[in-house]
């Protein structure tokens, strides 16, 4: 049997590694593993954080935690010489990973040519001619820009082998039905340190894609294809289990997509699920726009079972880029919607996590009128207490919008829609990040309305209005 390798590349962007985990590999494990193929996992990481540019940085910087299939786990300084007992290397790459997961591959090539190599995620799905025309001395052996459960099978199986030349794989499927939840292994979730309301917490996803097309977002092209819920159900069986064995004595869970909280119906049943698991707080996310449309009918399943925090992507204060961001579909969305949607959360005794966004084309009354928005949320009381007896207080938080391949945006820049905005096409990928460290974000920029400091100062100042704790 061929000996699979997962490696997740490092986030160099971040402040901590471990806190999220990136599914990818983990339900690409699982899948394998029902199958009849075992495989291990590598998480690559950085102990000191520092941003520089990724190409400059290099392998010797890193550390590897290595869980392997029957639960033992690693951890030391980088070395080459762990990869030369496996046949096969698959990496699941986001594009400020794509510089790291550049430089493994080419070492990889030179020191071990009988790895197959295959590279999945969300880069090359998004940057597929890029991954495609990498030249040969670090290209891939197998490209998967969609859907890696039948891909990676065919890989492992013997069904396909490498040739002399890159080879892409789409697979995608219709309906995400008969998959198995995604592996939970505890020497990896116990690095993990996230907390809802005061309690520790792991996270999980109910579906891929996303309903709406925001024009700044990737997955606003993708249609929804959501889990079973038996599915659904066990993992969270697993993840309260993996809590105990850690030691929590109480649970948190997040739902990390875009269709966590979207009907009264549907919370409903999510909440049941929650509930019957035994975990004592969640948060998900939701739009502003329902909110405002079900009120307490929305909230009131989430309240009832503990749920204490809702994610809200409010992007911005200016109606002006609101109307650009096309945030529900082509419909109208006034940034009262975003004020109504905070008051109305807060009354029922739950917490909102704002995301907001700086954008190229915005001028001094777009900013101010953001950052009016961000000193109400940030100053809204909360009619509740977390886990811990803290006051509930709302989150802010404020990001420069980066246009990545395969968004609206992107597209819009490249060819002038957007007057005074210009993307700077040899910046290097692994800059392009939401989120880095103390709270900065990438540059893609050649042009902008205002220069980059103004941007900077103004998402420093939103920034230090969060709250010490939430």
Known sequence: ?????????????????????????????????????????????????????????????????????????????????????????????????????????????????????????????????????????????????????????????????????????????????????????????????????????????????????????????????????????EDLATIASVQSTVGHKKKGIMFFDDVGLMSPVQVARLATRVSRAGFDTWRAFTHAYLVVKHKENLLLPFVETGGKRIGIGLETGSQKSLNLINKRNGKYQSVKEHYDAVVLANEQGVAVDAFTMIYPWEDETDLAETRSLIEFIASNPVNGFDETGRPLRNHVDSTIMSPYQGTKFFDMIEIGELPGVKIDTKEDPGQMYYKGLEGGSGWPYQETRLPRSVYEEEQAYRNSLRPSYR
């Open 1 to 233: 049997m061929k000996k699979t390798l997962f490696v997740k590349p490092p986030d160099r962007f971040l402040d901590d590694e471990f806190v999220y985990q990136q599914l990818g590999p983990h339900y690409l494990q699982s899948y394998l593993s029902s199958n009849g193929f075992d495989s291990d996992l590598l998480v690559l990481y950085q102990k000191t954080f520092r941003i520089v540019p990724s190409m400059e940085a290099s392998l010797g910087d890193l550390y590897m935690l290595a869980v392997f299939s029957g639960g033992d786990t690693y951890e030391g300084k980088f070395d080459i010489r762990f990869f030369e007992g496996y046949d096969i290397v698959g990496f699941s790459v986001m594009t400020p990973q794509a510089p790291d997961a550049y430089l493994l591959n080419t070492a990889l090539k030179r020191e071990y040519p009988h790895i197959t190599t295959v590279i999945g995620g969300s880069h090359p799905r998004y940057y597929q001619a890029q991954v495609e025309s990498l030249p040969e001395a670090n290209s891939f052996d197998f490209i998967v820009p969609q859907d890696g459960w039948r891909p990676m099978l065919q890989i492992v199986s013997g069904e396909v082998s490498k040739g002399s030349s890159a080879r892409t794989l789409v697979d995608k499927m219709s309906k995400l039905i008969d998959l198995p939840p995604p592996t939970r292994p505890v020497g990896l979730m116990q690095r993990y340190n996230f907390t809802i309301a005061g309690l520790p917490a792991f996270h999980s996803v109910t579906a891929l894609g996303c309903p709406f097309t925001c024009h700044f977002c990737e997955s606003g092209l993708e249609r929804v294809r959501h889990f079973s819920f038996e599915m659904i159900e």
